[in-house]
């Protein structure tokens, strides 16, 4: 059974900044991708940012330029770093992973973006 423990969610004024982390229960080498998905009040969920084990990432166009994910290999851990927030960001967080074809998701985090 994967377990994702999602961290760094909360409440931030527009502009402001937010750094989400993930630990997976295992090592993070046994994941080819892992990334970050979410969902808004009445919308569909959205993938956000993804990166493979080899490093690539890949990223929705609404957060390119705002968002970057990166991965430290010593603390098995993925984190989503959120520049220049936005209301329309507001949404719950989901870490998401994949191994051998299967996606596995965590309980999520609810970020507001807010004044």
């Known amino acids: 059974q994967v377990q994702l423990v999602e961290s760094g969610g909360g409440l931030v004024q527009p502009g402001g900044s937010l750094r989400l982390s993930c630990v997976p229960s295992?090592?993070?080498?046994?994941?080819?991708?892992m990334g970050w998905s979410r969902q808004a009040p009445g919308k569909q969920r959205e993938l956000v940012a993804h990166?493979?084990?080899?490093?690539?990432?890949t990223y929705a166009d609404s957060v390119k330029g705002r968002f970057t994910i990166s991965r430290d290999n010593t603390k098995n851990t993925v984190y989503l770093q959120m520049s220049t927030l936005k209301p329309k960001d507001t949404a719950v967080y989901y870490c998401?992973?994949?191994?051998?074809?299967?996606?596995?998701w965590g309980r999520g985090t609810q970020n507001t973006v807010s004044s």
């Open positions: 990166i493979t084990s080899g490093g690539s990432t």
């Open positions: 998401i992973a994949n191994r051998r074809n299967n996606d596995y």
């Open positions: 295992g090592s993070i080498f046994s994941f080819a991708r």
